[in-house]
């Protein structure tokens, strides 16, 4: 059984949607996604390193469109391991796997895996929102299309723009 | 430069010290380590279950003697990364990163992962107290000796008992 990687923020979790739910409170205005794209998402959102580093913060975030369907249906064909770069963020570690059990409570505490570096772990497939974690990966690379990303071009990695394309990907070709 | 996998809970983190600690709150009588060797943590305190389940607890644990000064100087020789089967307790996560802080702040946050199988990781070597998590790894595996393996014979690890131990066998040999 192939060991496929899943990351959180910008593929399960719909970390935009939260970040413009909270720039409206703080500001009064709604912004889209072309306002922000092709940026980083501390250039788009100044507050962005505060709410981030807030206890509670990834409690709140929704989940993306499709994820647990597809997650579910990935989980019974792959060996799922839920990997997110957490450490960066210490007060976020609890929260996101309080998160996890929320809403993908078929991922068991021994799917996940929450660390500072993620190529140190053995899998086949990633799929990230962040060429910097798939650029290393020596297997099958999915990039998931974010604001951050959506310019970018000639890269190395499979570009997919929502759940059901990786369903498409990953459940034929299991 | 070769990777080694450091526990924390055992290893790095003298969790019998509190463990004593506690007991002797509860109940007034101080036990030894005589008393609770050879049996599983959860044997040894019927209340174990309950401590390192309350958030705060892991914050409190000593550092094991001797493993600031030998993690510090393995840190300067391998690509040292610190692991904690820590998803099994969902709420020991950020206070285990906060303990690592206090006391090992040479560690960065890229060198922590907290996960529910060691196996996941690529490393060359592995130092832990419990076989379980030592049995299935490739590299060269070093058994901590605590309580509850003291006894274990037969093992296919290096048994060392002291952070002294540690640095004799992979400061010399690095």
């Known amino acids: 059984m192939k060991r496929i990687l ?4 910008g593929v399960l979790a719909d970390v935009y949607s939260r ?5 409206e409170q703080e500001t009064g205005t709604r912004l889209k996604l072309s306002d922000v794209s092709g940026m980083l998402e501390a250039e788009a959102f100044k507050n962005q390193i505060n709410w981030v580093t ?14 647990v369907e597809g997650l579910n249906k990935l989980n019974a064909l792959y060996d799922v391991v839920v990997n997110s770069m957490a450490t960066e963020f210490p007060l976020s570690l609890t929260d996101k ?3 996890m059990h ?9 799917q996940l895996v929450f660390c500072g570096n993620k190529s140190l772990i053995r899998a086949d497939i990633m799929i990230d929102d962040h060429p ?13 299309t974010q ?3 959506v310019f970018m071009k000639d890269l190395k990695h499979k570009r997919v723009s929502s759940w059901q394309e990786i369903e498409s990907l990953l459940i034929k070709n299991s």
């Open 97 to 99: 796997q309080l998160w």
């Open 6 to 9: 899943v990351d959180m923020d």
């Open 102 to 110: 929320d809403h993908f409570p078929f991922i068991s505490w021994k």
């Open 19 to 23: 970040f413009f739910d909270l720039h």
């Open 54 to 67: 807030t206890p509670g913060f990834f409690r709140t975030v929704p989940v993306m469109e499709g994820s």
């Open 147 to 149: 604001p951050h990303n």
């Open 132 to 144: 910097k974690n798939l650029d290393n990966f020596t297997g099958e690379t999915l990039i998931f």
